[in-house]
């Protein structure tokens, strides 16, 4: 899969036990019978591990855990939470815009096309890289979690510190065994429309990954979003 997947060279270096591991060869042979079938994947091949390409493993200063990808039309793209240019942000990424708005005074994007923040190291990382067209959760269990806990245990293991943002049960359980010593772990309910308002509104969690940062010698995220999308990519 490695061969045939656009993936940054450092991931690679990184994740080259796992590409060769029997349930990637596994993972692999679904998704082409998927395919084979007629199934419409997203998002599309070369973008599996988009999040991986636009953000190298040394300079992933702040992760965010999704779940699975958006199985809409023409919505996903790689990266946790945010949707191609020109598709209308999604209910969880509006309360995301609002948190922001309220803890950094950014005023909401008009677009959900999140590719400046992995450019600037911010990782945004779903625990399963593909879906079937309109079947939620349908390649979970298939071996992507495995894959995406290697990813999290390498950024774990490296020497410089990390802010990792896990919304909701199923990304604090995801990363459970991050060294809190070293890096910090920010927790929150979901910004999901079903649980933003039990604890998510009002986290602040992206004035608290900033100031973590600069209190470690980096620079802050700028988290404002360009206008136009097409000037991040």
């Not at 802010?163 to 065994?177: D, E, N, R, T």
């Amino acid at each position: 899969m490695e061969n045939s997947i656009k993936l940054e060279e450092s991931w690679k270096a990184v994740l080259a036990t796992e590409f060769s591991a029997d349930y990637m060869t596994s993972l692999k042979q679904f998704l082409l019978q998927e395919k084979q079938a007629g199934k419409q994947i997203f998002p599309k091949g070369p973008e599996y591990f988009r999040a991986l390409d636009l953000t190298p493993i040394d300079k992933v200063r702040v992760v965010i855990l999704g779940q699975d990808p958006y199985h809409g039309e023409g919505q996903a793209h790689g990266l946790c939470f945010s949707v191609r240019p020109g598709v209308r942000p999604p209910p969880s990424l509006v309360n995301i815009y609002k948190e922001m708005q309220s803890d950094l005074g950014i005023p909401p994007a008009r677009h959900g096309f999140l590719e400046s923040w992995a450019r600037q190291g911010v990782l945004l990382l779903n625990s399963v890289l593909t879906v079937e067209r309109s079947l939620a959760a349908s390649h979970q269990g298939k071996g992507w979690e495995r894959f995406t806990d290697a990813v999290i245990r390498a950024v774990n293991e490296q020497p410089h510190p990390v802010v990792f943002i896990l919304w909701g049960s199923y990304a604090q359980k995801k990363a459970a065994f991050v060294d809190q010593k070293r890096h910090l772990v920010i927790r929150s309910a979901h910004p999901s429309p079903l649980s933003a308002h039990n604890g998510f509104l009002g986290s602040r969690p992206f004035s608290k990954a900033n100031d973590f940062l600069v209190s470690k010698g980096f620079e802050p995220i700028d988290w404002a979003l360009p206008d136009n999308p097409a000037s991040s990519s």
